[in-house]
């Protein structure tokens, strides 16, 4: 496609399972974005990846969180034993240009009962 | 202190107007990028207006023009001609400490908490 592809739209889990977030960017982006938008804020980022290697992983809230990028093309985001906090929009966003615009997927609702 | 700030939680105005959307930013860096998205109720995330922090002009795409005052730190939104379609959350954001790599740059943003802006008939 296109554009940035997340699947799932939608996700609903329980309090303590483990969850998977996928990203399919933009073909040929090198850079990839993971940011968590909760209800009424603004984006906060997470982790980006330059090709296969995260090179900024600051903004992951704990060990339970984790992502990989094997290929340097789709991305996962793992979360383990998740809690009712984790609950957000997920976005995933690529680029690759001189001005680094990053393009964002329609994201992944994750809801945690 | 905050990185962004949008001081507006919500702004109204007629269609056919034009409006501004207000951005102040906070970074100690010299090169920095500052960047608005659109985020309409079906919550995508749409790319509107980039601009450097060398870049001498103010950026312009289409309705859409971007307000750069460099020494007071803001970043204000413009746009012109209001349409009922530009009902939507708008942000304001920053890349500081860009990395480069083969004519790409590479940086996480900051965002704003955004403004609600609703476009009236």
């Known amino acids: 496609g296109a554009g940035v592809s997340q699947t799932p739209s939608n996700k609903v889990t329980e309090k303590g399972k483990y969850v998977e977030l996928r990203c399919d960017p933009i073909?040929?982006?090198?850079?990839l974005y993971w940011y968590r938008q909760s209800l009424g804020q603004g984006p906060e980022f997470l982790i980006y990846?330059?090709?296969?290697?995260?090179?900024?992983d600051s903004g992951l809230p704990n060990d339970r969180f984790f992502a990989v990028r094997p290929e340097g093309s789709v991305s996962t985001l793992k979360i383990q034993r998740t809690e009712r906090g984790d609950s957000a929009v997920y976005l995933c966003?690529?680029?690759?240009?001189?001005?680094?615009?990053?393009?964002f997927g329609a994201g992944t609702r994750l809801s945690v009962l | 202190a905050q990185k962004i700030t949008q001081t507006q939680p919500g702004m109204f105005v007629q269609e056919k107007e034009a409006v501004t959307l207000d951005c102040t930013y906070d970074?100690?860096?010299?090169?920095?990028?500052l960047f608005w998205y659109k985020q309409p109720s079906s919550g995508e995330m749409i790319f509107l207006i980039y601009?450097?922090?060398?870049?001498?002009q103010n950026a312009t795409e289409g309705r859409y023009s971007l307000n750069f005052q460099k020494a007071r730190k803001s970043a204000n939104l413009v746009i012109s001609a209001s349409q009922l379609g530009d009902s939507a959350m708008y942000f304001c954001a920053m890349r500081e400490g860009a990395r480069w790599a083969g004519g790409t740059s590479y940086g996480k943003l900051t965002f704003g908490q955004g403004t609600i802006l609703t476009v009236h008939p």
């Open positions: 970074t100690s860096d010299q090169s920095y990028g």
């Open positions: 966003a690529s680029s690759l240009s001189r001005e680094g615009i990053q393009y």
């Open positions: 990846f330059q090709g296969t290697g995260a090179a900024d």
């Open positions: 601009q450097g922090s060398y870049d001498e």
């Open positions: 073909s040929g982006h090198t850079a």
